[in-house]
């Protein structure tokens, strides 16, 4: 996608690496596949196990791998097709200075239906796991488990010998860290913003995700495996154009209407907050998408998705969108279940704050909530017997999500013994940091004095 011309923000940069989009797949039966295109489904032998990254070994199983796979994800990563027996097997070798090298070259089977096949893959899949190229290691962790791509790239400054300094490198990862976190909380729930909700699971469903840094430090690629990882790299597929689009829609016309409409497409303050970090001090940013070419592409996306581009002039629009999300996204009505962990009031009588470890009714960790001097009572009475209680009230966008206004109908829930012999083990283990946290103002009960 073309990028608008502005001036950088901050210092010179330098051109984004060149991507390697992949084309639709084409029918069967189907020789081994130039650059760039996809290999198709497979049923030759058993698909790649699934499972978490730590359920694969170092290298992959040669009787699993696809030919087809492996030859277009070489293409993928910039690897050359230099020839080899028509029909039989094709020569590869690495990009870069070793690309002419004899003895990092690659020959790849064209099938499985030889009786050398799965030799040559072993001898191959041994070739790449001692290659030196970077993009070697990327090739077998697309082998190990079938993964779709996230690139960034930032144009920045080069630092000593072409590197980049280490806060730029760092700012690289929060920004990957907090756009993938946007995408798998928008598979959640679509919001402006989202604040504390769902996002202990939306983090826990990008614990299978690792990552690699590109050469220099200017660029990094996160690999979803399929399974787990497809819904966030499919939103954030739609996300990132709706985002672009908005964007675009802006800067054009002054209106911020687009930004409303590109909330259902999974753009959110965390969203925008991502790009901006992505793209502060540089000359421009991107991301690409690539699909796992032992799975193809999702329904709905682009075979070969175009990279989306972000430059210094897009940040006033995406810090207002934003902005706007954060004001505009209204407070939730619940009822919910929670412990009590902490109590704190100005004086021995009166209403007080008390806060919940929630259980249930609310995709958040904890909730602060003002009660009143009954209400503050019964969840004291509640936290000394290990009982969790129940409120309802009004999560507020302020904040986070993560406070509980207009409480009512406080009342401790009856829960079964197990539950309750963990409530008091932890309430045990707790106290004496509950008791050194009750400064002046805070309860160690439901009655005592400010300490």
């Given at each position: 996608m073309h990028r608008p011309t502005?001036?950088?923000?901050?210092?010179?940069?330098?051109?984004?690496?060149?991507?390697?989009?992949?084309?639709?797949p084409r029918p069967r039966p189907q020789p081994h596949p130039a650059p760039g295109e996809f290999p198709g489904h497979w049923t030759g032998v058993p698909a790649a196990p699934a499972g978490p990254w730590a359920?694969?070994?170092?290298?992959?199983?040669?009787?699993?791998?696809?030919?087809?796979?492996l030859g277009a994800l070489l293409a993928r990563h910039g690897w050359r097709r230099r020839g080899g027996a028509t029909g039989r097997y094709?020569?590869?070798?690495?990009?870069?200075?070793?690309?002419?090298?004899?003895h990092t070259s690659l020959l790849v089977p064209e099938s499985r239906a030889f009786p050398d096949s799965e030799d040559l893959l072993g001898e191959a899949l041994t070739a790449l796991a001692r290659c030196p190229a970077p993009s070697a290691r990327e090739v077998l962790t697309g082998l190990t488990v079938?993964?779709?791509?996230?690139?960034?790239?930032?144009?920045?400054?080069?630092?000593?010998?072409?590197?980049?300094?280490?806060?730029?490198q760092e700012q690289l990862r929060t920004a990957a860290r907090g756009v993938l976190l946007a995408g798998a909380l928008a598979v959640r729930g679509r919001a402006g913003y989202h604040g504390a909700r769902n996002r202990r699971r939306a983090q826990a469903s990008l614990d299978s995700v690792v990552v690699g840094a590109a050469p220099g430090g200017r660029g990094l690629t996160a690999f979803l495996p399929v399974g787990p990882g497809r819904p966030v790299a499919v939103r954030l597929y739609h996300a990132l154009y709706a985002a672009r689009e908005a964007v675009d829609y802006q800067r054009a016309t002054g209106g911020m209407d687009a930004f409303d409409t590109a909330v259902e497409a999974g753009v959110s303050r965390e969203?925008?907050?991502?790009?901006?970090?992505?793209?502060?001090?540089?000359?421009?940013?991107?991301?690409?998408?690539?699909?796992?070419?032992?799975?193809?592409?999702?329904?709905?996306?682009?075979?070969?998705?175009?990279?989306?581009?972000?430059?210094?002039?897009?940040?006033?629009?995406l810090r207002a969108a934003g902005a706007r999300y954060l004001t505009g996204e209204p407070s939730v009505p619940v009822r919910i279940t929670g412990a009590v962990v902490r109590m704190r009031r100005s004086g021995p009588r009166g209403g007080g704050t008390v806060r919940l470890r929630v259980l249930a009714g609310a995709e958040v960790g904890h909730v602060r909530v003002g009660l009143d001097e009954?209400?503050?009572r019964t969840a004291g009475h509640?936290?000394?017997?290990g009982l969790p209680i129940r409120v309802v009230g009004r999560l507020e966008s302020r904040g986070g999500f993560r406070r509980l206004t207009d409480a009512v109908d406080v009342v401790p829930v009856q829960v079964d013994e197990a539950v309750r012999d963990r409530l008091m083990k932890s309430l045990q283990e707790d106290l004496e940091l509950f008791e050194e946290a009750c400064g002046p103002g805070e309860d160690r009960g439901p009655d005592a004095a400010p300490g």
């Amino acid at each position: 996608m073309h990028r608008p011309t502005d001036e950088p923000e901050n210092g010179a940069g330098h051109g984004s690496a060149p991507m390697h989009p992949l084309s639709h797949p084409r029918p069967r039966p189907q020789p081994h596949p130039a650059p760039g295109e996809f290999p198709g489904h497979w049923t030759g032998v058993p698909a790649a196990p699934a499972g978490p990254w730590a359920d694969a070994g170092e290298t992959p199983d040669p009787g699993r791998v696809d030919p087809r796979v492996l030859g277009a994800l070489l293409a993928r990563h910039g690897w050359r097709r230099r020839g080899g027996a028509t029909g039989r097997y094709s020569r590869w070798s690495p990009p870069g200075p070793e690309a002419g090298s004899r003895h990092t070259s690659l020959l790849v089977p064209e099938s499985r239906a030889f009786p050398d096949s799965e030799d040559l893959l072993g001898e191959a899949l041994t070739a790449l796991a001692r290659c030196p190229a970077p993009s070697a290691r990327e090739v077998l962790t697309g082998l190990t488990v079938p993964s779709d791509e996230i690139r960034w790239w930032r144009d920045v400054p080069p630092g000593p010998a072409g590197a980049v300094p280490w806060p730029v490198q760092e700012q690289l990862r929060t920004a990957a860290r907090g756009v993938l976190l946007a995408g798998a909380l928008a598979v959640r729930g679509r919001a402006g913003y989202h604040g504390a909700r769902n996002r202990r699971r939306a983090q826990a469903s990008l614990d299978s995700v690792v990552v690699g840094a590109a050469p220099g430090g200017r660029g990094l690629t996160a690999f979803l495996p399929v399974g787990p990882g497809r819904p966030v790299a499919v939103r954030l597929y739609h996300a990132l154009y709706a985002a672009r689009e908005a964007v675009d829609y802006q800067r054009a016309t002054g209106g911020m209407d687009a930004f409303d409409t590109a909330v259902e497409a999974g753009v959110s303050r965390e969203l925008t907050e991502a790009l901006v970090a992505l793209v502060r001090g540089t000359e421009g940013a991107g991301i690409a998408l690539e699909w796992s070419p032992a799975a193809g592409p999702p329904e709905g996306c682009a075979a070969r998705p175009e990279p989306v581009e972000f430059s210094p002039g897009d940040l006033p629009a995406l810090r207002a969108a934003g902005a706007r999300y954060l004001t505009g996204e209204p407070s939730v009505p619940v009822r919910i279940t929670g412990a009590v962990v902490r109590m704190r009031r100005s004086g021995p009588r009166g209403g007080g704050t008390v806060r919940l470890r929630v259980l249930a009714g609310a995709e958040v960790g904890h909730v602060r909530v003002g009660l009143d001097e009954e209400a503050y009572r019964t969840a004291g009475h509640a936290h000394l017997v290990g009982l969790p209680i129940r409120v309802v009230g009004r999560l507020e966008s302020r904040g986070g999500f993560r406070r509980l206004t207009d409480a009512v109908d406080v009342v401790p829930v009856q829960v079964d013994e197990a539950v309750r012999d963990r409530l008091m083990k932890s309430l045990q283990e707790d106290l004496e940091l509950f008791e050194e946290a009750c400064g002046p103002g805070e309860d160690r009960g439901p009655d005592a004095a400010p300490g």
